[in-house]
Protein backbone atom coordinates (compact mmCIF):
# COMPACT_ATOMS: atom_id res chain seq x y z
CA UNK A 1 0.00 0.00 0.00
CA UNK A 2 0.95 3.42 0.01
CA UNK A 3 1.73 5.92 2.68
CA UNK A 4 -0.47 8.70 4.66
CA UNK A 5 0.03 11.98 4.40
CA UNK A 6 0.69 13.41 8.19
CA UNK A 7 1.76 16.64 9.72
CA UNK A 8 5.15 17.35 10.39
CA UNK A 9 6.30 16.87 13.98
CA UNK A 10 6.03 19.95 16.50
CA UNK A 11 9.71 20.39 16.35
CA UNK A 12 9.89 21.16 12.41
CA UNK A 13 6.74 23.50 13.00
CA UNK A 14 8.01 25.51 15.55
CA UNK A 15 10.81 25.78 13.61
CA UNK A 16 9.34 26.93 10.57
CA UNK A 17 7.58 29.22 12.68
CA UNK A 18 10.48 30.73 14.33
CA UNK A 19 11.95 31.31 11.14
CA UNK A 20 9.14 32.97 9.69
CA UNK A 21 9.06 35.62 12.21
CA UNK A 22 12.45 35.75 11.77
CA UNK A 23 12.35 36.66 8.25
CA UNK A 24 9.38 38.94 8.83
CA UNK A 25 11.87 40.86 11.31
CA UNK A 26 14.30 40.88 8.95
CA UNK A 27 12.61 42.17 6.17
CA UNK A 28 11.17 44.83 8.90
CA UNK A 29 14.46 45.70 9.72
CA UNK A 30 15.80 46.26 6.04
CA UNK A 31 12.52 48.27 5.43
CA UNK A 32 13.03 50.97 8.45
CA UNK A 33 16.81 51.14 7.69
CA UNK A 34 16.25 52.05 3.44
CA UNK A 35 13.53 54.35 4.82
CA UNK A 36 16.38 56.22 7.12
CA UNK A 37 18.40 55.99 4.33
CA UNK A 38 16.74 57.84 2.32
CA UNK A 39 15.42 60.49 5.12
CA UNK A 40 19.02 61.24 4.98
CA UNK A 41 18.10 63.43 1.85
CA UNK A 42 14.82 64.21 2.49
CA UNK A 43 14.90 65.02 6.40
CA UNK A 44 14.63 63.41 9.49
CA UNK A 45 10.81 64.11 9.99
CA UNK A 46 10.16 62.19 7.28
CA UNK A 47 11.34 58.86 7.99
CA UNK A 48 9.02 56.51 8.53
CA UNK A 49 8.65 55.32 12.23
CA UNK A 50 9.38 59.54 13.23
CA UNK A 51 6.66 60.25 10.90
CA UNK A 52 4.00 57.60 12.03
CA UNK A 53 5.05 58.65 15.48
CA UNK A 54 4.28 62.38 14.49
CA UNK A 55 0.98 61.58 12.89
CA UNK A 56 0.19 59.91 16.25
CA UNK A 57 0.72 62.92 18.20
CA UNK A 58 -1.29 65.35 16.70
CA UNK A 59 -4.29 62.03 16.61
CA UNK A 60 -3.89 61.00 19.89
CA UNK A 61 -7.36 62.53 21.73
CA UNK A 62 -6.53 64.97 24.16
CA UNK A 63 -7.73 63.09 27.41
CA UNK A 64 -4.87 60.02 26.21
CA UNK A 65 -2.04 62.99 25.81
CA UNK A 66 -3.01 64.52 28.98
CA UNK A 67 -2.56 60.75 30.53
CA UNK A 68 0.35 59.66 28.75
CA UNK A 69 2.18 63.13 29.80
CA UNK A 70 0.70 62.58 33.48
CA UNK A 71 2.12 58.90 33.70
CA UNK A 72 5.40 58.97 31.38
CA UNK A 73 6.26 63.11 31.55
CA UNK A 74 9.18 64.59 29.42
CA UNK A 75 9.55 60.51 28.41
CA UNK A 76 6.59 60.43 26.75
CA UNK A 77 8.18 60.82 23.33
CA UNK A 78 10.83 57.52 23.69
CA UNK A 79 7.64 55.68 25.34
CA UNK A 80 5.62 56.85 21.94
CA UNK A 81 8.58 55.88 20.02
CA UNK A 82 9.26 52.41 21.82
CA UNK A 83 5.40 51.41 21.14
CA UNK A 84 5.08 51.87 17.44
CA UNK A 85 8.59 49.96 17.61
CA UNK A 86 6.56 46.62 19.10
CA UNK A 87 3.62 46.94 17.28
CA UNK A 88 6.08 47.14 14.10
CA UNK A 89 7.75 43.80 15.67
CA UNK A 90 4.41 42.47 15.85
CA UNK A 91 3.47 43.79 12.80
CA UNK A 92 6.50 42.11 10.84
CA UNK A 93 6.42 39.21 12.86
CA UNK A 94 2.55 38.29 11.14
CA UNK A 95 3.91 39.31 7.90
CA UNK A 96 6.47 36.55 8.11
CA UNK A 97 3.45 34.15 9.36
CA UNK A 98 1.65 34.76 6.39
CA UNK A 99 4.53 35.18 3.47
CA UNK A 100 5.70 31.59 4.37
CA UNK A 101 1.92 30.18 3.32
CA UNK A 102 1.65 33.36 0.94
CA UNK A 103 4.12 35.22 -0.28
CA UNK A 104 1.80 37.98 -1.41
CA UNK A 105 -0.23 38.26 2.29
CA UNK A 106 3.08 38.85 3.89
CA UNK A 107 4.28 41.51 1.33
CA UNK A 108 0.64 43.21 1.81
CA UNK A 109 1.32 43.70 5.32
CA UNK A 110 4.95 45.98 4.81
CA UNK A 111 2.63 47.94 1.91
CA UNK A 112 -0.21 48.26 4.08
CA UNK A 113 2.60 49.71 6.69
CA UNK A 114 4.29 51.66 4.53
CA UNK A 115 1.28 53.21 2.72
CA UNK A 116 0.07 54.65 6.39
CA UNK A 117 3.63 55.89 6.83
CA UNK A 118 3.68 57.53 3.48
CA UNK A 119 0.05 59.01 4.62
CA UNK A 120 1.59 59.80 7.81
CA UNK A 121 4.54 61.59 6.39
CA UNK A 122 2.27 63.72 3.89
CA UNK A 123 -0.06 64.89 6.59
CA UNK A 124 3.01 66.72 8.23
CA UNK A 125 2.26 70.39 8.05
CA UNK A 126 5.29 71.18 6.08
CA UNK A 127 5.21 68.29 4.15
CA UNK A 128 5.85 68.58 0.58
CA UNK A 129 5.62 65.33 -2.30
CA UNK A 130 9.50 64.07 -1.46
CA UNK A 131 8.33 63.13 2.41
CA UNK A 132 6.74 60.47 0.53
CA UNK A 133 10.46 59.01 -0.57
CA UNK A 134 11.72 57.07 2.97
CA UNK A 135 7.94 55.46 3.25
CA UNK A 136 8.12 54.09 -0.08
CA UNK A 137 11.42 52.74 0.06
CA UNK A 138 10.74 51.15 3.22
CA UNK A 139 7.66 49.42 2.10
CA UNK A 140 9.19 48.39 -1.08
CA UNK A 141 12.33 47.11 0.24
CA UNK A 142 10.81 45.29 3.43
CA UNK A 143 8.07 43.50 0.81
CA UNK A 144 10.72 42.30 -1.41
CA UNK A 145 12.84 41.53 1.46
CA UNK A 146 10.40 39.24 2.70
CA UNK A 147 9.06 37.93 -0.65
CA UNK A 148 12.94 36.65 -1.50
CA UNK A 149 12.88 35.42 2.06
CA UNK A 150 9.94 33.59 2.98
CA UNK A 151 11.04 31.61 -0.57
CA UNK A 152 14.06 30.07 1.53
CA UNK A 153 11.73 28.99 3.90
CA UNK A 154 10.19 26.78 1.83
CA UNK A 155 6.99 25.29 1.68
CA UNK A 156 5.18 23.42 4.61
CA UNK A 157 6.80 20.02 4.85
CA UNK A 158 4.35 17.07 4.53
CA UNK A 159 6.54 14.26 5.92
CA UNK A 160 5.65 11.31 4.12
CA UNK A 161 5.32 8.34 7.08
CA UNK A 162 5.12 4.21 5.94
CA UNK A 163 2.05 2.76 7.07
CA UNK A 164 4.22 0.82 9.67
CA UNK A 165 7.24 2.14 9.05
CA UNK A 166 9.98 2.43 11.40
CA UNK A 167 9.60 5.87 13.66
CA UNK A 168 12.96 6.42 12.50
CA UNK A 169 11.76 7.41 9.07
CA UNK A 170 10.48 10.23 10.46
CA UNK A 171 13.52 12.38 11.57
CA UNK A 172 15.40 12.25 8.71
CA UNK A 173 13.67 15.14 7.00
CA UNK A 174 12.61 15.59 3.11
CA UNK A 175 15.17 16.89 0.92
CA UNK A 176 13.48 19.76 -1.05
CA UNK A 177 14.10 23.34 -0.48
CA UNK A 178 17.47 25.05 0.03
CA UNK A 179 19.51 23.80 3.12
CA UNK A 180 18.90 25.78 6.30
CA UNK A 181 22.44 27.55 6.76
CA UNK A 182 21.07 29.46 3.21
CA UNK A 183 17.98 30.96 5.05
CA UNK A 184 20.24 31.37 8.35
CA UNK A 185 23.06 33.66 6.06
CA UNK A 186 20.10 35.53 4.20
CA UNK A 187 18.39 36.54 7.49
CA UNK A 188 21.53 37.70 8.63
CA UNK A 189 22.92 39.60 6.11
CA UNK A 190 19.06 41.23 5.68
CA UNK A 191 19.46 42.18 9.45
CA UNK A 192 23.29 43.38 8.83
CA UNK A 193 22.19 45.07 5.81
CA UNK A 194 19.25 46.87 7.20
CA UNK A 195 21.47 47.57 10.43
CA UNK A 196 24.16 49.30 8.45
CA UNK A 197 21.56 51.57 6.34
CA UNK A 198 20.01 52.36 9.34
CA UNK A 199 23.51 53.65 11.22
CA UNK A 200 24.31 55.27 7.93
CA UNK A 201 21.35 57.00 7.27
CA UNK A 202 21.47 58.87 10.71
CA UNK A 203 24.94 59.01 10.69
CA UNK A 204 24.33 60.52 7.55
CA UNK A 205 21.02 62.32 8.41
CA UNK A 206 23.06 63.92 11.66
CA UNK A 207 25.72 65.57 10.14
CA UNK A 208 23.78 67.07 7.27
CA UNK A 209 21.29 68.22 9.72
CA UNK A 210 23.75 69.64 11.69
CA UNK A 211 23.66 73.23 13.36
CA UNK A 212 25.98 73.52 16.28
CA UNK A 213 28.64 74.44 14.01
CA UNK A 214 26.23 77.90 12.90
CA UNK A 215 24.73 77.89 16.09
CA UNK A 216 28.23 78.39 17.66
CA UNK A 217 29.52 80.89 15.10
CA UNK A 218 26.70 83.11 16.51
CA UNK A 219 28.33 86.35 18.18
CA UNK A 220 25.26 88.28 20.36
CA UNK A 221 25.22 91.88 20.34
CA UNK A 222 25.18 93.29 23.91
CA UNK A 223 22.02 94.17 24.75
CA UNK A 224 20.54 98.05 24.07
CA UNK A 225 18.30 97.62 26.73
CA UNK A 226 20.03 95.44 29.54
CA UNK A 227 17.53 93.52 32.39
CA UNK A 228 18.41 95.43 35.90
CA UNK A 229 20.64 93.34 37.97
CA UNK A 230 18.24 91.07 39.89
CA UNK A 231 17.47 92.38 43.79
CA UNK A 232 19.28 90.89 46.46
CA UNK A 233 17.26 88.29 48.40
CA UNK A 234 14.78 87.26 45.33
CA UNK A 235 15.98 83.66 46.54
CA UNK A 236 15.65 82.91 50.50
CA UNK A 237 18.36 80.14 49.85
CA UNK A 238 16.65 77.25 51.52
CA UNK A 239 18.39 74.27 50.64
CA UNK A 240 15.98 71.80 48.07
CA UNK A 241 14.94 75.53 46.79
CA UNK A 242 15.40 75.68 42.86
CA UNK A 243 17.55 78.29 41.98
CA UNK A 244 15.65 81.32 41.28
CA UNK A 245 17.61 81.41 38.08
CA UNK A 246 16.67 78.44 36.16
CA UNK A 247 19.78 76.58 34.24
CA UNK A 248 19.50 76.12 30.64
CA UNK A 249 20.04 72.73 30.83
CA UNK A 250 17.12 72.44 33.85
CA UNK A 251 14.40 74.38 31.87
CA UNK A 252 11.79 72.31 31.04
CA UNK A 253 11.21 71.16 27.33
CA UNK A 254 7.44 70.38 26.21
CA UNK A 255 6.67 70.42 22.81
CA UNK A 256 5.53 67.47 19.81
CA UNK A 257 8.72 67.49 17.95
CA UNK A 258 9.82 64.14 17.41
CA UNK A 259 12.50 64.95 15.80
CA UNK A 260 14.05 68.62 17.05
CA UNK A 261 13.62 70.79 14.02
CA UNK A 262 17.62 72.00 13.23
CA UNK A 263 17.38 75.20 11.42
CA UNK A 264 20.59 77.10 9.90
CA UNK A 265 20.50 80.43 11.04
CA UNK A 266 21.90 81.83 7.42
CA UNK A 267 18.91 80.18 5.75
CA UNK A 268 16.33 81.15 8.22
CA UNK A 269 13.91 83.65 7.90
CA UNK A 270 11.12 85.17 9.33
CA UNK A 271 8.06 86.68 7.87
CA UNK A 272 5.69 89.04 9.74
CA UNK A 273 2.63 89.35 7.38
CA UNK A 274 -1.57 88.84 7.07
CA UNK A 275 -3.33 92.21 8.76
CA UNK A 276 -0.57 94.42 8.52
CA UNK A 277 0.12 97.27 5.87
CA UNK A 278 3.87 96.55 5.45
CA UNK A 279 4.75 93.10 5.63
CA UNK A 280 8.47 92.30 6.59
CA UNK A 281 10.76 89.27 5.69
CA UNK A 282 13.41 89.58 8.08
CA UNK A 283 16.89 87.45 8.22
CA UNK A 284 18.74 86.01 11.01
CA UNK A 285 21.49 89.10 10.55
CA UNK A 286 19.27 91.60 10.86
CA UNK A 287 17.50 90.36 13.64
CA UNK A 288 20.75 90.87 15.42
CA UNK A 289 20.82 93.84 14.33
CA UNK A 290 17.77 95.53 15.91
CA UNK A 291 18.22 96.79 19.30
CA UNK A 292 17.99 93.35 21.53
CA UNK A 293 16.00 94.02 24.88
CA UNK A 294 16.74 91.65 28.10
CA UNK A 295 13.68 90.17 30.29
CA UNK A 296 14.07 88.10 33.21
CA UNK A 297 10.09 85.79 32.83
CA UNK A 298 8.79 82.78 34.04
CA UNK A 299 7.63 80.51 31.58
CA UNK A 300 5.36 77.87 32.29
CA UNK A 301 3.27 75.14 30.89
CA UNK A 302 -0.41 74.46 30.44
CA UNK A 303 0.50 71.17 30.98
CA UNK A 304 1.70 71.42 34.30
CA UNK A 305 -0.27 69.97 37.57
CA UNK A 306 -0.78 71.47 40.69
CA UNK A 307 2.91 70.91 41.92
CA UNK A 308 4.36 69.98 38.53
CA UNK A 309 7.78 70.85 37.08
CA UNK A 310 7.02 72.57 34.10
CA UNK A 311 7.81 75.84 34.85
CA UNK A 312 11.38 77.66 34.73
CA UNK A 313 12.61 81.31 35.28
CA UNK A 314 15.38 82.54 32.32
CA UNK A 315 16.86 85.81 31.68
CA UNK A 316 15.46 85.92 27.52
CA UNK A 317 17.70 88.26 24.76
CA UNK A 318 15.34 89.34 21.52
CA UNK A 319 14.09 91.61 19.68
CA UNK A 320 10.42 93.96 20.88
CA UNK A 321 8.20 92.17 19.57
CA UNK A 322 5.05 95.68 19.70
CA UNK A 323 8.12 97.83 17.88
CA UNK A 324 7.94 95.04 15.12
CA UNK A 325 4.25 94.55 15.01
CA UNK A 326 3.47 98.68 15.06
CA UNK A 327 6.56 98.81 11.99
CA UNK A 328 4.73 96.19 10.25
CA UNK A 329 1.43 98.79 11.04
CA UNK A 330 -1.32 96.10 12.27
CA UNK A 331 -4.57 96.96 10.79
CA UNK A 332 -7.78 97.62 12.79
CA UNK A 333 -9.93 94.27 13.23
CA UNK A 334 -7.01 91.67 13.79
CA UNK A 335 -7.12 90.37 17.12
CA UNK A 336 -5.23 87.23 17.26
CA UNK A 337 -1.08 86.49 16.38
CA UNK A 338 -0.11 83.40 15.35
CA UNK A 339 2.98 82.29 15.17
CA UNK A 340 3.72 79.42 13.02
CA UNK A 341 7.15 77.48 13.67
CA UNK A 342 9.49 75.46 11.01
CA UNK A 343 7.81 71.89 12.45
CA UNK A 344 4.09 73.75 11.37
CA UNK A 345 3.09 74.61 15.23
CA UNK A 346 0.50 77.02 15.75
CA UNK A 347 0.69 79.12 18.69
CA UNK A 348 -2.02 82.32 18.88
CA UNK A 349 -1.69 84.91 20.93
CA UNK A 350 -4.37 87.86 21.35
CA UNK A 351 -2.96 90.57 19.93
CA UNK A 352 -4.55 93.34 22.28
CA UNK A 353 -2.10 91.35 24.97
CA UNK A 354 0.77 91.37 22.44
CA UNK A 355 0.57 95.19 21.75
CA UNK A 356 -0.99 96.64 25.49
CA UNK A 357 2.87 97.08 27.18
CA UNK A 358 4.14 94.24 28.24
CA UNK A 359 7.88 93.12 27.32
CA UNK A 360 7.04 90.58 24.19
CA UNK A 361 9.76 89.47 22.76
CA UNK A 362 11.39 87.27 19.83
CA UNK A 363 13.73 85.90 21.63
CA UNK A 364 17.29 84.64 20.33
CA UNK A 365 19.15 83.83 23.84
CA UNK A 366 18.43 82.60 27.24
CA UNK A 367 20.38 83.30 30.30
CA UNK A 368 23.40 84.46 28.02
CA UNK A 369 23.72 81.83 25.57
CA UNK A 370 22.31 81.57 21.95
CA UNK A 371 18.94 79.66 21.87
CA UNK A 372 19.92 75.72 23.14
CA UNK A 373 17.83 73.91 19.60
CA UNK A 374 15.65 72.36 21.98
CA UNK A 375 14.43 75.38 22.86
CA UNK A 376 13.61 77.26 20.08
CA UNK A 377 16.71 78.03 18.18
CA UNK A 378 17.31 80.25 16.34
CA UNK A 379 13.97 82.37 17.31
CA UNK A 380 11.58 82.03 19.44
CA UNK A 381 8.48 84.33 20.38
CA UNK A 382 7.60 85.53 24.40
CA UNK A 383 4.76 86.95 25.89
CA UNK A 384 4.29 87.30 29.44
CA UNK A 385 1.39 86.42 31.19
CA UNK A 386 0.73 83.46 28.86
CA UNK A 387 1.60 79.33 29.28
CA UNK A 388 3.89 78.39 26.61
CA UNK A 389 1.35 77.09 24.41
CA UNK A 390 -0.67 80.32 23.75
CA UNK A 391 2.92 82.58 23.74
CA UNK A 392 5.99 80.74 23.28
CA UNK A 393 6.77 79.64 19.75
CA UNK A 394 9.90 77.51 19.43
CA UNK A 395 11.60 77.75 15.96
CA UNK A 396 9.56 80.24 14.63
CA UNK A 397 9.53 81.40 10.74
CA UNK A 398 6.28 82.92 10.33
CA UNK A 399 3.64 85.58 12.17
CA UNK A 400 0.98 85.66 10.78
CA UNK A 401 -1.36 89.10 12.26
CA UNK A 402 -5.04 87.63 11.65
CA UNK A 403 -8.31 86.99 13.98
CA UNK A 404 -9.45 83.92 16.02
CA UNK A 405 -12.35 83.75 13.82
CA UNK A 406 -9.89 83.17 10.85
CA UNK A 407 -7.64 80.93 12.80
CA UNK A 408 -8.27 78.17 15.23
CA UNK A 409 -3.97 77.36 16.45
CA UNK A 410 -2.98 74.00 17.24
CA UNK A 411 -3.97 73.36 20.35
CA UNK A 412 -7.29 75.42 20.27
CA UNK A 413 -8.13 72.84 16.93
CA UNK A 414 -7.70 70.02 20.15
CA UNK A 415 -9.92 71.64 22.49
CA UNK A 416 -7.79 74.04 24.95
CA UNK A 417 -8.57 77.41 25.81
CA UNK A 418 -8.04 80.04 23.33
CA UNK A 419 -6.79 82.48 25.71
CA UNK A 420 -4.41 80.44 27.99
CA UNK A 421 -3.75 83.27 30.35
CA UNK A 422 -1.84 81.51 33.51
CA UNK A 423 -3.48 80.64 36.60
CA UNK A 424 -2.23 81.94 39.94
CA UNK A 425 0.03 78.58 41.16
CA UNK A 426 1.90 77.96 44.68
CA UNK A 427 3.85 74.75 45.29
CA UNK A 428 5.80 73.54 48.35
CA UNK A 429 9.26 72.25 47.31
CA UNK A 430 10.56 71.82 51.09
CA UNK A 431 10.23 69.77 52.72
CA UNK A 432 10.05 67.24 49.56
CA UNK A 433 6.80 65.06 49.45
CA UNK A 434 6.81 62.14 52.41
CA UNK A 435 10.12 63.97 53.69
CA UNK A 436 10.96 62.95 56.83
CA UNK A 437 11.93 65.77 59.29
CA UNK A 438 12.68 66.09 63.11
CA UNK A 439 10.21 67.31 65.48
CA UNK A 440 10.35 71.25 66.37
CA UNK A 441 11.33 74.14 63.79
CA UNK A 442 10.70 73.05 60.27
CA UNK A 443 11.80 75.04 57.43
CA UNK A 444 8.92 75.23 54.59
CA UNK A 445 9.98 76.92 51.61
CA UNK A 446 8.68 76.88 47.77
CA UNK A 447 7.75 78.96 44.67
CA UNK A 448 4.60 80.89 43.33
CA UNK A 449 3.59 82.24 40.45
CA UNK A 450 1.16 84.61 38.59
CA UNK A 451 2.74 85.48 35.98
CA UNK A 452 2.58 89.65 34.86
CA UNK A 453 -0.13 89.73 37.74
CA UNK A 454 2.64 89.37 40.24
CA UNK A 455 2.72 87.38 43.54
CA UNK A 456 1.29 89.82 46.36
CA UNK A 457 1.17 87.08 49.33
CA UNK A 458 1.74 83.36 49.83
CA UNK A 459 0.29 81.34 53.53
CA UNK A 460 0.83 77.73 54.54
CA UNK A 461 -1.74 75.74 56.62
CA UNK A 462 -0.86 72.50 58.39
CA UNK A 463 -3.14 69.89 58.99
CA UNK A 464 -6.47 72.56 57.91
CA UNK A 465 -5.07 74.61 60.63
CA UNK A 466 -5.58 78.36 60.11
CA UNK A 467 -3.74 79.92 57.48
CA UNK A 468 -0.15 81.48 58.15
CA UNK A 469 1.93 83.98 56.20
CA UNK A 470 4.53 83.28 54.17
CA UNK A 471 7.81 85.42 54.01
CA UNK A 472 8.16 86.39 50.43
CA UNK A 473 11.21 86.84 49.31
CA UNK A 474 11.76 89.70 46.98
CA UNK A 475 10.10 90.81 43.90
CA UNK A 476 11.70 90.95 41.39
CA UNK A 477 8.72 91.99 38.87
CA UNK A 478 5.17 90.57 37.84
CA UNK A 479 6.32 88.77 35.14
CA UNK A 480 8.74 86.56 37.21
CA UNK A 481 7.99 83.97 40.47
CA UNK A 482 8.40 84.22 43.74
CA UNK A 483 9.80 82.19 46.87
CA UNK A 484 8.98 82.22 50.06
CA UNK A 485 9.62 80.58 53.27
CA UNK A 486 8.64 80.36 56.69
CA UNK A 487 9.25 78.33 60.05
CA UNK A 488 6.49 76.19 61.52
CA UNK A 489 7.44 76.13 64.65
CA UNK A 490 6.77 72.92 66.88
CA UNK A 491 6.15 70.31 65.07
CA UNK A 492 4.96 67.53 66.25
CA UNK A 493 6.05 63.82 65.56
CA UNK A 494 3.35 62.10 63.23
CA UNK A 495 2.01 62.54 59.74
CA UNK A 496 1.02 66.03 58.75
CA UNK A 497 -0.43 67.81 55.57
CA UNK A 498 1.05 70.72 54.61
CA UNK A 499 -1.23 72.99 51.88
CA UNK A 500 -0.47 76.35 50.41
CA UNK A 501 -1.82 79.40 48.47
CA UNK A 502 -0.99 82.25 46.84
CA UNK A 503 -2.90 85.73 46.15
CA UNK A 504 -1.82 87.25 42.66
CA UNK A 505 -1.31 90.55 42.36
CA UNK A 506 -4.71 91.91 41.46
CA UNK A 507 -5.75 90.67 45.33
CA UNK A 508 -7.35 87.26 43.94
CA UNK A 509 -6.30 84.27 45.97
CA UNK A 510 -5.69 81.24 44.68
CA UNK A 511 -9.04 79.15 44.51
CA UNK A 512 -9.24 75.57 46.03
CA UNK A 513 -11.22 74.14 43.37
CA UNK A 514 -9.07 71.63 41.92
CA UNK A 515 -9.33 71.76 37.82
CA UNK A 516 -6.98 69.42 35.70
CA UNK A 517 -4.85 71.37 32.90
CA UNK A 518 -6.93 70.34 30.34
CA UNK A 519 -8.70 73.12 29.26
CA UNK A 520 -6.95 76.02 30.42
CA UNK A 521 -4.64 75.06 33.25
CA UNK A 522 -4.09 73.18 36.60
CA UNK A 523 -6.30 75.11 39.81
CA UNK A 524 -6.23 73.96 43.02
CA UNK A 525 -3.86 74.15 46.12
CA UNK A 526 -0.71 72.30 46.69
CA UNK A 527 -0.88 70.07 49.61
CA UNK A 528 2.45 67.72 50.86
CA UNK A 529 2.61 64.77 53.48
CA UNK A 530 5.37 64.98 55.40
CA UNK A 531 6.38 62.66 58.40
CA UNK A 532 7.67 64.59 61.78
CA UNK A 533 9.68 62.20 64.15
N1 LIG B 1 7.29 74.79 17.73
C1 LIG B 1 6.75 74.55 18.92
N2 LIG B 1 6.77 75.52 19.86
C2 LIG B 1 6.25 75.31 21.07
C3 LIG B 1 5.67 74.06 21.40
C4 LIG B 1 5.66 73.05 20.41
O1 LIG B 1 5.17 71.93 20.61
N3 LIG B 1 6.23 73.33 19.19
N4 LIG B 1 5.14 73.86 22.66
C5 LIG B 1 4.76 75.04 23.42
C6 LIG B 1 4.52 74.72 24.82
S1 LIG B 1 3.12 73.83 25.16
C7 LIG B 1 5.32 75.20 25.83
S2 LIG B 1 4.87 75.00 27.43
C8 LIG B 1 6.59 75.88 25.53
C9 LIG B 1 7.73 75.20 26.24
O2 LIG B 1 8.94 75.80 25.91
P1 LIG B 1 10.29 75.09 26.40
O3 LIG B 1 10.27 73.70 25.85
O4 LIG B 1 11.40 75.93 25.87
O5 LIG B 1 10.26 75.08 27.90
O6 LIG B 1 6.88 75.89 24.14
C10 LIG B 1 5.77 76.16 23.32
N5 LIG B 1 6.26 76.32 21.99
MO1 LIG C 1 2.81 73.85 27.36
Request: aromatic share 6%; net charge positive.
Amino acid sequence: MGSVSKKPPLRNRLARLAAAAAVGLAAAVVAVGAGELVAAFTGPDSAPVIAVGSAAIDLTPTPLKEYAVRTFGTNDKPVLLAGIQLTMAGLAVLAGLLAVRRRGLGAAVFVLFGGLAVWAALSRPVAGPADALPALAAGAVGAAALVLLAALVGPPRAVAVPEDGPVSARTEPPSGGPPRRVLLAATGGTVLLGGLALAGGRRLSDSRYDVSAARDAVRLPAPAVPAPPLPAGVGPGTPGLPPFVTPNRDFYRVDTALTLPRIDPRRWTLRIHGLVDRPLLITYDELLRYPLEELDHTLSCVSNEVGGPYVGTTRWLGVALPALLRRAGVRAGADQLVGRSQDGMTIGTPLESVLDGRRALLAVAMNGEVLPVEHGFPCRTVVPGFYGYTSATKWLVDLDVTTFAAHDPYWVKRGWDRTGAVRTASRIDVPAPFARVAAGDVTVAGTAWATHRGIAAVELRVDGGPWTQARLATDAGPDLWRQWSLTWSGARPGTHRLEVRATDGTGAVQTEDRASPFPAGATGWHSTVVTVT
